[in-house]
């Protein structure tokens, strides 16, 4: 039972994650390429401040702590099938959780130091490519650990 409510918790936090990256990378950044450089910059700068919330954090960080307990439950010893599907889930999520610490995570930071027409122009031509490309893998990682958990979800529901 446990397993399966973690995994339950797990898939619909994560597909929320991909939804909100994936929404990202399709409509959000694309737009804002489109407008002049201090004008984007200031929009994503919002957007960032305003993604360190709680109904985003919630999913963010819940997804990895589901994730987190189902891959260690494969390796204390937990090996059915339905937990290898788990395990691969929560491998996913967590690679993509990993890559916004250490990819977009600094991104953020600096694009928060640019101060309205400071002529960041050049830094926010790399950041729309850059943090697009590993937002994009993110979401795909993030859509990865849904599916997986979903199918332990269903896997497990007769028994656990």
Known sequence: MFRTLLCTAGALLSAVTAAVYLNFSVRVMPELGRLA???????????????????????FFGAAVASAILLLRVLRGDRDAIDAVAA?????YLAGFLLTIAYNVPL???LATLERGS?????WRHYLTHW?????IRAGLSAVSA????AATLLGATGD
């Open 119 to 123: 002529g960041g122009d050049a830094f």
């Open 132 to 136: 697009t490309r590993a937002n994009s």
């Open 108 to 110: 953020d930071d600096r």
């Open 37 to 59: 450089p201090a004008t984007g910059i200031a929009r994503m700068q919002g957007f960032n401040r305003a993604a360190v919330q709680a109904p985003f954090m919630i999913c």
């Open 147 to 150: 599916l997986s958990l979903s």
């Open 88 to 92: 691969l889930g929560g491998v996913a």
